[in-house]
């Protein structure tokens, strides 16, 4: 007997035995706490006797009778139908059998409707056999239905009769099903009599839950007990049985449950046994037998969609832990497809289950570096033209062209965009078609050469920060490569990929199919209308998180010159969906693979439950393109102020211009001091590497030769359409200019495939160690807020070293105030003549800047050469410097340097006893050697050039009387001579040759006035005094003193 009448539920399964037999289903539901018990879980169990039910016996009474017995009285209309009975008999012949019908020829039914005689002609096919059958017979049995009121029954199915010499019965289905299913029941009736542990297994709970032992011994004597009788007479093959109870309930409370701490795990309940509980006293002698392993699996007693959701919001409301951990439920696929099945989600208190971050907010910002440093030469470039006819032949000789400083990354970007407008759908329809006339493949060819040109631009992105430089690129880098491939090429200019680090997977044996993705999108509060994309995202085990931003800014020199080189986004992943992969890929119906939220919100969580915060985040501006930086001039200007020292100082006046000054430029100013111009212009950067030959070569091909090319190709495209013919001259123009410029992107994938990638100078060295007499500082613009103005700020850093005044920014109409001042450098700000702060978009229009060394001691710095560096992307992100590759130093620019001119001669007389280099003039007596060692201890700083020359004149002046003029008498004339000066620290009147002359002076001006002796004590020496430097090959003049005056009266050496 075959039952094809589906059951109430699924039979549970045992898993001692591959055929599932045992009847009993079960359902939970949930009670919640009262204040007189805890909640509880409701376990109903049913069994199913409709598997023992239907044609228990079959006998054929004699050659023309065959008896059917049911266990369930026949409805007759059914049972009496010659139709729902088809016999057939095997009859021998020719050597093999043959099927032959049996016609029935009249149905009885017995008065009780159990039993069903079929009277049949004759079945044997010998008649000296007729109350024999040796020959198989085969009963089918239509759709018999029976008198069960409360729920009828079908049977059908096929049974086949083999009798012999002796008549038999026939085993059926009904008996042996029962016998199967009481051996099943057994695994649990037994060890339960046997005092084994009851409980209910789940995935949810850390340990399982048991029964009570009287509860357990109830269930056995109640509900098993008869279940096993009714099995055992089934099997035995009785007819009428009394059926048992159907259903049973039992409960368990719910109390000190230990949840388990997996992120997501099936809710599945189900039976299971242990060993009976250890008696207390000592151990037993003999181990413990172990109870069969049961697997009856209980399903959700609820049906529908409302009774699901309230089912999972007592779970929920059951298993929440305020400050500890929630439970979600969602509903979701089968992990091994098909069907559905209940998902628990476990999330931490005040933590939702999106995407975890180990560190929110600090990414790894990955973006692509320049092809070359933006100014780069190449001679002798082979280029070869183009023929509307023909297209290009590369085969032909070419026409060779050098060039000096051009931007390979402008001609990039120009041949990315054009490349990038072919291949939107506003050409991709005109050159399918254009393929279809000309029996060309250009638009396969564009396909390919976007494909390769992605995976050559994707080994540009690295790691913006140095101190991220290590962070491996490879999961950025596919990832980009897939960006570039879905989007325009031209997004390697302005894309940033973010790459957020999750905490480590913890070890998991969970199949790939049970690891959840979570779908949806990154979006911020800051900036706003950002692109961001990503993919789903896997929960467990953690990966990296992938967010491509663009960046907001222009990327075109001198629009918003003073817009931050960063800018904040702050970002947060919403999840539309959490899926399940039971293959471990998506399935094509995204409903196949959703696991759906029954409740709309838990305890602690928002409406929207998948919300992860990723933190806020500055992401660099990079800087490509540079207006250029102009030197003007440089001034050496007489210091201000009317004292000795300022005659001895010179201020040098800097003026230089740029278009667009960009708060990430960095302009180093390095000054040389009293070398030649050809040494001071050795201390060079080192060379930046060129663009490799190949590259270069290619994009000056496509550069010189697309404006010849392109008239022949984009009106073509635009005029193609659905009427075009393919004998129209145009096609031809089409498919010729299309195929020249396919060729030269792919010899410039080719070319870029087979180069290593640029570095840029910063990587291929540092700067070298400045030289003795080189110092160095820089100057950077920016903003700060200053008096509820943003205003324009300069720094110049580092403080001024030993000898070097700190050098002043100034700019024309606006008084330089100094913001801040400390060991990092000065911060300069501006104020107009009414005292307003100038703010920094106020400052665009003002291109020139002028800064001034002031205060240089003229014997120290005799000769000035200042170069002047720009660096660009050092550092966009305060406190985080930029990767080498990042940053772009331009060639250095020397300030154009004007000849030497010697100071002004002073306007009043120089005292020389008031002269002190440590002090404030006062008189001092001392001997002629002693006044004149301390005039040129005075003149003379510790760090000059060691070659100095001198020359010096005196007269002795002394009044001769009141009124009238003095006379004056000359006593000294000495020619411009060499001093050899020893370098520093030695102090310059040490020097053998200076100290000799002054010693010389000394005795030879004493000798005089010994041998003259002046009559007026008032007399004094005056002297003319020029410092001439000796760098240069002829002396030029520096210092002029032409009143230098030294009393009589403050020496005290003479008589």
């Known amino acids: 007997m075959v039952n094809n009448d589906p059951p109430a539920a699924e039979p549970a399964l045992l898993t001692s035995l591959p055929v599932a037999a045992l009847p009993i289903s079960a359902g ?74 049996v016609a029935v020829l009249a149905v009885a039914l017995s008065p009780d409707q159990r039993v069903v005689t079929l009277t049949v002609t004759e079945m044997s096919h010998d008649l000296r056999y007729r109350q024999l059958i040796p020959t198989p017979i085969t009963v089918t049995l239509g759709a018999i239905q029976s008198n069960y009121a409360a729920s009828p029954l079908t049977f059908s199915g096929v049974f086949e009769l083999m009798y012999g010499a002796v008549k038999m019965l026939v085993s059926l289905p009904v008996a042996t099903r029962a016998a199967q299913a009481r051996q099943q029941l057994a695994l649990l009736l037994q060890p339960l009599g046997q005092g084994a542990r009851l409980g209910v297994a789940t995935g949810l709970l850390q340990q399982p839950l048991y029964w009570e032992p009287a509860r357990a011994t109830e269930l056995v004597e109640i509900w098993l007990v008869p279940l096993d009788k009714f099995l055992a007479d089934r099997a035995a093959g009785k007819a009428e049985v009394a059926t048992p109870f159907l259903d049973y309930s039992i409960e368990l409370p719910l109390t000190n449950l230990a949840v388990t701490d997996a992120p997501l795990v099936e809710l599945t309940w189900r039976l299971t046994l242990a060993p009976p509980a250890p008696a207390p006293g000592p151990a037993p002698q003999a181990p413990a037998h172990a109870s069969p392993r049961l697997e009856v699996l209980i399903p959700p007693a609820a049906n529908t969609a409302d009774d699901l959701a309230a089912l999972a919001g007592k779970l929920e409301q059951l298993l929440y832990q305020p400050g500890q951990h929630e439970i979600r439920v969602a509903l979701g696929p089968e992990p091994a497809g098909g069907g559905q099945s209940l998902w628990g989600i476990r999330t931490e208190a005040n933590k939702r289950p999106g995407h975890q971050l180990a560190e929110p907010g600090q990414p790894v910002v990955f973006a692509a570096a320049a092809l070359a440093p933006p100014l780069s030469s190449a001679a002798d470039v082979p280029l070869y033209d183009f023929q509307p006819a023909t297209g290009i032949d590369f085969t032909r000789p070419a026409q060779h062209v050098s060039f000096a400083q051009v931007d390979v990354n402008e001609w990039e970007r120009l041949v990315i965009d054009t490349f990038d407008a072919l291949t939107t759908p506003t050409y991709q329809a005109a050159i399918r078609r254009l393929d279809e006339l000309a029996g060309t493949s250009h638009e396969a060819t564009l396909r390919t050469n976007k494909d390769r040109w992605a995976g050559v631009l994707q080994h540009r992105l690295r790691p913006v920060f140095a101190a991220q430089a290590a962070t491996n690129p490879a999961a950025a880098r596919a990832a980009f490569r897939q960006h570039l491939g879905a989007g325009p090429l031209g997004a390697v200019y302005r894309v940033a990929a973010l790459q957020f680090a999750t905490p480590p997977a913890p070890t998991s044996t969970r199949p790939l199919g049970q690891v959840p993705h979570l779908v949806g999108e990154v979006s911020q509060t800051e900036p706003a209308g950002q692109a961001l994309t990503t993919p789903p995202l896997p929960l467990a085990p953690a990966a990296p998180l992938l967010v491509f931003a663009e960046s907001p800014a222009t990327d075109q020199a001198g629009e918003q010159p003073h817009s931050a080189p960063f800018f904040d986004l702050e970002l947060a992943y919403t999840g539309r969906q959490l899926e399940l992969w039971p293959g471990g890929e998506k399935p094509a119906d995204p409903a196949a693979a959703e696991l759906r939220f029954l409740t709309p919100a838990g305890q602690q969580w928002a409406a929207t439950p998948l919300t992860s915060n990723l933190g806020k985040c500055r992401v660099p501006v990079f800087q490509h393109d540079f207006r250029p930086l102009v030197l003007i001039a440089q001034e050496m200007l007489p210091a201000a102020g009317s004292t000795p020292d300022a005659l001895l100082r010179r201020d040098c006046r800097l003026t230089y211009q740029q278009d667009a000054h960009y708060p990430p430029q960095q302009l180093t100013f390095t000054v040389a001091a009293n070398m030649a111009a050809a040494e001071s212009q050795s201390q060079l950067l080192p060379a930046a590497p060129p663009v490799p030959a190949g590259v270069f070569a290619e994009l000056a091909q496509l550069r010189s030769v697309y404006p010849a090319l392109a008239p022949n190709l984009l009106p073509v495209l635009a005029g193609i359409n659905a009427t075009t013919a393919a004998d129209q001259p145009a096609v031809t123009t089409g498919a010729v200019a299309l195929g020249a410029f396919n060729t030269m992107i792919s010899r410039l994938v080719a070319a870029s495939e087979g180069a290593a990638l640029v570095q840029s100078p910063a990587d291929a060295a540092g700067q070298p160690p400045a030289a003795p007499g080189v110092t160095t500082f820089g100057l950077r613009e920016g903003t700060a807020p200053i008096d509820a103005v943003e205003a324009l700020v300069i720094h110049v850093s580092p403080p001024a070293p030993v000898g070097l005044p700190m050098p002043v920014v100034a700019l024309e109409g ?143 002046t002394s009044p001769l009387a009141p009124g009238l003029p003095p006379v004056t008498t000359p006593v000294l004339q000495m020619p411009v001579t060499l001093l050899q000066l020893p370098p520093a620290p030695a102090h310059p009147t040490a020097a053998p040759d200076l100290a000799r002359i002054i010693s010389e002076v000394a005795a030879g001006l004493a000798a005089w006035y010994q041998q003259t002796r002046p009559e007026s004590a008032e007399g004094a020496f005056v002297f003319d005094l020029d410092l001439l430097s000796g760098l240069g090959p002829q002396p030029q003049p520096l210092l002029q003193l032409t009143d230098l005056r030294l009393g009589v009266a403050d020496i005290t050496d003479l008589p």
């Open 28 to 101: 939970w539901d949930l009670t919640p706490a009262t204040d007189a018990q805890p909640a509880q879980l409701q376990v109903a169990l049913s069994f199913d006797h409709r598997p023992y039910e239907g044609l228990y016996q079959l006998d054929a009474a004699d050659g023309q009778h065959l008896v059917a017995a049911f266990t369930l009285p026949l409805d007759p209309a059914s049972a009496l139908d010659p139709a729902n009975y088809t016999v057939t008999r095997r009859v021998p012949k020719g050597g093999t059998f043959v099927i032959e019908p």
């Open 814 to 956: 606006y008084t330089t105030q100094v913001h801040t001042a400390d060991q990092e450098g000065t911060w300069y700000y501006f104020q107009d003549a009414e005292g307003r702060v100038l703010a920094a978009a106020d400052s665009l229009p003002l291109t020139q800047r002028v800064l001034t060394l002031p205060g240089l001691r003229i014997l120290a710095y005799q000769s000035l050469q200042v170069q002047v560096t720009a660096t660009y992307n050092a550092e966009l992100v305060p406190g985080q410097a930029s990767a080498p590759a990042f940053v772009y130093t331009a060639p250095p620019l020397y300030f154009p340097t004007d000849s030497r001119q010697p100071s002004d001669p002073p306007t009043e007389p120089l005292d020389i006893a008031t002269l002190r280099p440590d002090g404030e003039p006062t008189h001092t007596r001392r001997t002629l050697a002693g006044h004149l060692h301390q005039l040129f201890e005075y003149l003379l700083p510790p760090q000059m050039p060691p070659a100095l020359y001198l020359r010096l004149a005196g007269v002795y």
